[in-house]
């Protein structure tokens, strides 16, 4: 350091080296949750988005009228690494799912806090959670840690997904600011908005999002998958997860199901 | 101001707790679980329900006997189903709906222990899971827990230790469990004065777990009184 700067007080010393303050510059900002930038952003929130999407995972969702489909990819950075255990889908009732994408100890963490809601709710009320209940719990939790100064928020980005007894199927997408809504299909994580302009073709009409049988929803989020990533998908880079009038039970598909969906896909095309 | 309160029965009635005097039990046989149970819940004198279900299920391979005080016991099991639904969320190959029976009888034991001074609950847990396959757990008032082949509970279980004793078999056929229960529940019914009401059967095996109930007219001592010719009709 010249000894010049040396010598003046941490204030000057600060002002002289700052960046310029013009209008959008995030400098001086990015530290702190609990403040806003002048065109009223939330840095560490956008930051937040920015590391799920830094992650290089795609998952997509969807909803029909009888079933909702989450599925995601099974990237296993290291051929050392046991393929059973990994996983972006978790049980958080027998009958609710949730497909999380982002950084691996966040998601850990709110899947934690989901499950431990769910219990709590069906001990005290006596009735499973709903989906947008416990999706709107997670939320406000999401919510809290963009407004504490000691805690960042969390890079995961969650689809609860379930058959509720009075809305039907439902799909729930939560993000790091505190945002949730129910979705007729969604995605999230590093190919987002591009697989967001594939399904807004998809699902169109009066009708849209609930009129997909559950082939054509699980057909749907594949092929979506499949176009955004810009490659053949194999059945065990994919991880699909379902929920079904039939059936309410969250569960995955298995290898061979879903070799049957990618050669449904493939022949239609 | 002593004698105008002895007349009006409500305060007696608020001051007895409610509780299932009762005969529970369950036994293993080969392949799976009968539990057992009677069906009246006593506020004192007065049968508070006739007809009330004393085995609770926890998951779909496990299901709990209760005795002893109503609200201890419908409050321990809601705990437990709680503790255990959490619990086996995190187990990534759980099947949904199953538990490990020791796990659940465990988690039993640590509330009834934890809380001996406060509770007064004797519980039964019955179930079949894969790994060891069919078990009896009892749990009686001060929080012990102990692995049977078969146990009994609640006041009317002291009248029939001696006959189940004596004519318990380890390999059972289910039809045969589901007998050797029913007639056990209605020796003590007919002894019992708080036991009665119909006799509630859930057996539980491999490939899920079943209800029945038997009515008083179906069970071979009629009507809480033993038969006239009472030797013949135990033989048979």
């Known amino acids: ?269 | 101001a002593q004698g105008a309160r002895r007349k009006l029965p409500w305060p007696y009635v608020t001051r007895v707790k409610l509780s299932t005097g009762t005969t529970i039990m369950a036994c293993a046989y080969k392949g799976g679980v009968v539990l057992g149970a009677d069906s009246r819940t006593s506020t004192g004198n007065y049968i508070a329900n006739r007809a009330s279900d004393k085995i609770t299920c926890v998951t779909d391979n496990v299901w709990m006997c209760r005795s002893g005080s109503a609200a201890d016991t419908q409050n321990v099991c809601a705990y437990v189903k709680n503790l255990v639904e959490e619990h086996n969320m995190q187990r990534t190959n759980c099947d949904p709906g199953m538990a490990d029976v020791k796990m659940v009888a465990n988690v039993t034991m640590q509330l009834a222990y934890g809380n001996k001074d406060k509770l007064s609950a004797g519980m039964i847990i019955g179930g079949w899971d894969a790994k060891e396959g069919a078990q009896v757990y009892g749990i009686p008032l001060g929080g012990s827990l102990t692995r049977t082949p078969f146990t009994v509970g609640g006041s009317g279980s002291a009248y029939i230790y001696g006959w189940c004793d004596n004519t318990f078999r380890e390999d059972m056929s289910r039809e045969e469990a589901e007998a050797w229960v029913t007639r056990a529940i209605s020796l003590a019914i007919a002894r019992d004065a708080s036991s009665g009401g119909v006799i509630r059967l859930v057996t539980i095996h491999e490939h899920g777990s079943e209800r029945k109930m038997l009515q008083p007219h179906e069970h071979p001592a009629c009507h809480d009184e033993l038969p006239a010719r009472c030797r013949e009709s135990i033989k048979a």
């Open chain 1, 1 to 269: 350091q010249p000894s010049s700067q040396r010598n003046s007080t941490p204030c000057e010393w600060r002002r002289r080296n700052r960046p310029s303050m013009s209008r959008g510059s995030g400098a001086g900002y990015d530290r702190h949750i609990t403040i806003f930038s002048p065109e009223g952003r939330l840095y560490q929130v956008e930051y937040a988005f920015k590391a799920i999407k830094s992650v290089g995972v795609t998952s997509i969702g969807v909803r029909g009228k009888d079933s909702v489909v989450v599925v995601t990819q099974k990237k296993i950075p290291d051929k050392l690494i046991d393929p059973s255990d990994v996983t972006h889908m978790y049980k958080i009732t027998k009958v609710i799912g949730l497909c999380a994408t982002g950084k691996g100890p966040d998601i850990r963490n709110v899947v934690q806090k989901a499950r431990h809601a769910a219990a709590e709710f069906r001990h005290q009320f006596g009735y499973e959670i709903p989906v947008d209940f416990l999706a709107c719990k997670m939320a406000d939790q999401f919510q809290v840690y963009t407004q504490h100064a000691y805690m960042r928020p969390m890079a995961a980005m969650c689809m609860f997904i379930g058959i509720d007894e009075e809305r039907g199927p439902c799909l729930f997408k939560n993000d790091p600011a505190g945002y949730y809504v129910g979705y007729k299909a969604t995605s999230a994580g590093a190919k987002e908005q591009e697989a967001v302009n594939f399904l807004e073709k998809k699902v169109k009409g009066a009708n849209a999002g609930n009129e997909f049988s559950q082939e054509e929803a699980i057909q749907t989020a594949i092929a979506c998958l499949q176009t955004v990533l810009g490659e053949d998908l194999k059945a065990k880079e994919l991880e699909v997860g379902i929920v079904s009038s039939d059936n309410r039970n969250f569960r995955l598909l298995k290898t061979e199901q879903v070799e049957e969906h990618l050669t449904a896909i493939s022949e239609r095309d």
